[in-house]
């Protein structure tokens, strides 16, 4: 690979984040002491509705942020991350950006190693448009951790005023 002084600037960061729906917060490992007996109960779900969004951005564009979801009878429902689902994301969403905006060759894609992120036919996808050595991430040329907090400064940036937009508060972004 080439190393010239414009290759920080052609990064492609990518990140998925859970969005909980509701406002709800987790006490299944919380004691409550009183002195009588509590005879209300409030049942609640195990696991709150959550989406599940990916961002991609460079210092040139944005990916519009990407929503990992399915049509099921009632409407589009919100489904897990696989391998099959991130390769029809990279293919369907990403890969047609990058050529619409003519990034294909210059673009260093980076995303951590999780599981779906390194299913063969993500990686199949990822070479053939990218090649391997533009690529940073677990089981490639130049590895990144599968989990990794260096990004968590650039992150908080890109998501934490959207995360106030799902929870249905004040959503003003510019």
């Known amino acids: ?17 859970h969005f909980h729906l509701q406002c709800s917060v987790n006490t299944q490992n919380c004691s409550i002491w009183a002195r009588e007996k509590p005879f209300q109960t409030q049942p609640l779900p195990l696991n709150s509705q959550k989406v599940t969004v990916w961002c991609g951005f460079t210092a040139a564009f944005i990916v519009v942020p990407l929503i990992f979801e399915q049509i099921g009878p009632s409407g589009p429902v919100t489904c897990a991350v696989n391998g099959a689902r ?34 063969t036919p993500v990686k199949e996808l990822l070479n053939l448009h990218l090649g391997n050595d533009r690529i940073i991430s677990r089981h490639f040329r130049t590895a990144r951790p599968p989990r990794s907090s260096d990004l968590a400064f650039r992150l908080q940036a890109v998501w934490l005023p959207k995360r106030s937009c799902v929870r249905g508060s004040n959503c003003e972004l510019s």
């Open 1 to 17: 690979m080439e190393v010239n002084n414009a290759w920080p600037w052609n990064i492609l960061w990518t990140v998925e984040a």
């Open 86 to 119: 991130y390769e029809f994301l990279l293919r369907n969403q990403l890969i047609a950006a990058l050529q619409l905006r003519g990034f294909v060759d210059s673009t260093i894609f980076m995303q951590d190693g999780a599981p779906p992120h390194i299913a």
